[in-house]
């Protein structure tokens, strides 16, 4: 039951450097509109834009034992993922454990619970989207898994998958399809930068995408 | 059913001005306590204080088509107001729409859904007001209205009434009224300075406002 | 029913300024994991890191006139701990008021309920922890009580307590505990140090709080 | 400010009758998907359907004397519609004001805050819609009006429109529309008589509803 | 820390029988409009009326053995109360606990918690309230405590003093003044019972209460 | 990506009924605490217990065609489970599709979404647990997917699989380990009826399960 799988895949990092550049809107539009986490999972605070390769944590309530099991596990370039086997919002991670990930590689954090010591989080630039922030503590006396799939803000994440964070949110891709998804969002990226040019000019998108023909049949009318 | 009204009244431009000015809690006391839209709307970043004339759209869930058709009407001054006919809270409006927006003159956006790119808003200082930020993508297939009264934040809103908003919330001012919500508000804002420098070297409310006698004759009592 | 408690013992102010400076998560594991308001209370700004002697309010829904009352009781150190004898949301504490309890030494204020003008009381740094940011004015018409114990955010507290309050949250300490929550907090603090500068290099925790035999004897398998 | 509309128009009692045996969802529907009041409004008991025509009262929070006022308004076959003018979940109505409106001909009450004695209420066959069941108790202090509009449940509502409600929620239709509306509801019915009775039968919608060729065009596949 | 306070003051049996047949809403209000618990606590079945006194537990979060201990300490009449020390959801209660406590003559359970077996519940007649029903199983590991005061629908109650539930929610009342709230309610309840009778008739409230004068002078105007 | 998989691999009939006898407290329990859905599933009326096999559907927000393709993939004992890619409380399921899903088999319903004609699903006994009820009609425009695996309720569901539900809320057990939890079930129902009995009698569980000795080892004292 109480396991860790030390042997995952992960995404590999170039196409994972990429993916956050890209950013979460265009990377969840690239791959079809899919893999959001639900948007009760907020930043601490703004302007963090990162991708990592997900290493999965399941914590039983008020108990973060399994997270300090987690930090072995990771490797340069993950994100921690982290979600309660029952709702919990206690503050399960705080500065110590992050001074840990961050000498291990990790670029942040995404969790279904609470953490603390935001204020020194931003210090750290370590970022953190969570469900709430709570200073409420935990105890370590149950087990929990590490890099075993996981629900995770209502989406089902694997270990190794491309997790990529900014203020939108958080969206998760598969890592077989990380590769396609950044050609895509790549390309849509470029797309939109012509768009972006004829729209700031005062050109209207009735114009730029040609919908006035099809809002005709569709039966808008003017009054 | 599906139609655009492209006629409508706006307050004047002076007016507008001026309410934004005073801000959100001001001109809603001075039009008696009344107009403001539901606490669950926030901005997506502190520090924006504006006023604008009442562009309103409803849309469908999940479908933003309704916003291109927007874009059309707006005009230097105006203030999108968006809500679905459904709750929703995906994210309707991000930078493109924005920057098309802008460049028609748009002060800000206040929406009874979510919002998305909001790095790229701040950045651009398009201020937003939204029930949530959430990346979920939306289409392109069917019709709502623009410019016919809707419900946003549990509050009635016309085309053209004006629109406060700042870190505080939102609050409408039909536009009959804005001319004297505006005075009023003036002169509730030379009564506070003159209190404000009062309070501040020491003196009480319960002396400013000569409170001593009515709270004793209502029954408190110091132990 | 409707009384003012003018004689209150407060907690000392050395003791005060000590747990103010560690912090509310410090300060809540120091006193055994207890006393942390609900987390729906949130800062109105990031960046505060309080701690003061509460003065207490019950108010009614909607009323605002006891906090004028609470106003010639605050003294330099003090914390406005407000709470609404109904569940409300409106905007019971503003600029106005901020100025005033700023004049009295006051250092912030924790309310089960909503502010407005938030933007200036930020520019005052005047720190608020809210339920809510609302600008929905409030009368002067129902009397309440001054430094009577009250429950906020889901906690018992009495006029005098120790409020310590930061991004975190809120944490309540009785008077009569705090100078050993403060001796605890700083062993504690101390204790933090050296372990934080073994996992910045990278040791784990795993190692540095010696977790591997417990962990496997309660049945932890490595895949 | 304060003012009782002692003239209202009421949709006619023959059309309001037939438009409470639809009941809400077929009404929806058959108005074009409008006009239902959102889900939090709830009933305190099962089983209840019913349509009246709209007497509506704005209450300051956690004050019912409007309640007192409206009672003399009311008329055989009306409903009671209560909104506070700040969010409130006090009890505003429980089994005396109940005695009084049935005395006074009233089918029920929808009223966006609290409601309590709601064992009584069920006992004597009175229906609320509420978004609490709450015991807290309300003053009679300040005023409100009283057959003016409102917004109630997200949506806005007009004394006299017709308010039909029952275990799926409430929904309202406005007077001038009524006849329209229950016209296009009992052929709606009718229609879905025969569609019944064939699914019954084991026919599928796929069929019934000819959606086959549709669903291919639009891409759907089978593994 | 751990403690049980295995010697408590009860009040006594009488007029805990005499509060429970008043109900929640008329001994809220015989005391002056104090000790609702808030709404968010909810019955699981419609129609139980009890009262009883309280005999008080904190639990750790998904942790149940501290009612296993508190079983030991119930007596005939009195009602389990019980609080998480950190906001939890999970099924605490279930039937077997449930026939437990009614074998030492426990007359309920209000939990500020989940609670599970439901339906079993309701055919043993056990009444609870609670904050959610939910099957996810508790342990039993760490202690907590009984009998000493706890926080519990956001209010303060102590072993002994006397708990009224019934389907509009839990009312707590001091051992101290039940006496006294046991007289004004019954006081309370024969007024309401004349009233009632007037009322049931078609006299109006604003007759009977002699409200005209006070309504006008308040500036209410008729149109 | 629109499909459906018409070639899924259910549990065994026997099995599932058995499952479906036990209840969902016990069959969480049976299969070490896991497989349980979020508790804002509630059912629609109280008293249902039912098991079937998971027909999964994938839904776009506010649109339940896909729900009619559903309908030809219910066999006898199947249960419809159903996710929106999007938040949405609208009502996709009512009285006809009832009627339908009855005509196949299809024992019950769960839905991450709203539900209407709720009175009329509980004349038929068509048990539905819901996020919501809501008349909020919906339209039949894009696709989605059948039997693929989707989450519900925050839990990860594939077709086939044995879904569990009564008054406690939802269970999930996979099919492959549905024979091992039906044997621990029974076997754990059995071990329960014989400690039912013993505390029936006022027998403590303190001393059925041996528990003193361990609590004193922890440091509980009694007072």
């Given at each position: 039951m109480s396991s860790v799988n030390t042997r995952i895949e992960r995404a590999s990092a170039d196409i994972v450097l990429g993916l956050g550049r890209l950013g979460v809107a265009t990377v969840h539009e690239a791959q079809g509109r899919k893999g959001l986490l639900a948007s009760?999972?907020?930043?601490?605070?703004?302007g963090a834009r990162i991708a990592g390769t997900a290493v999965t944590v399941a914590v039983p309530p008020g108990d973060n034992w399994m997270l300090h099991v987690a930090m072995e596990q990771l490797q340069d370039g993950d994100m921690l993922v982290v979600a309660p086997t029952s709702p919990c919002i206690d503050g399960y991670f705080g500065d110590l454990l992050a001074t840990s990930a961050m000498a291990r590689g990790c670029r942040g954090l995404v969790i279904e619970a609470g953490v603390r010591d935001v204020r020194e989080l931003q210090s750290m630039q370590f970022p953190v989207w969570s469900k709430a922030v709570f200073a409420q503590g935990t105890v370590k006396k149950t087990l929990g898994t590490v890099n075993l799939p996981i629900t995770c803000g209502d989406t089902f994440i694997r270990p190794g998958d491309v997790v990529v964070a900014d203020d939108d949110g958080i969206c998760v891709v598969p890592r077989e399809d990380a590769a396609a998804v950044l050609t895509e969002g790549n390309a849509r990226e470029m797309r939109e930068e012509s768009v972006r040019a004829r729209l700031a000019k005062g050109e209207l998108g009735l114009d730029v995408y040609d919908m006035r023909e099809r809002l005709a049949r569709e039966g808008l009318t003017y009054l």
């Open positions: 009760h999972l907020r930043p601490i605070y703004a």
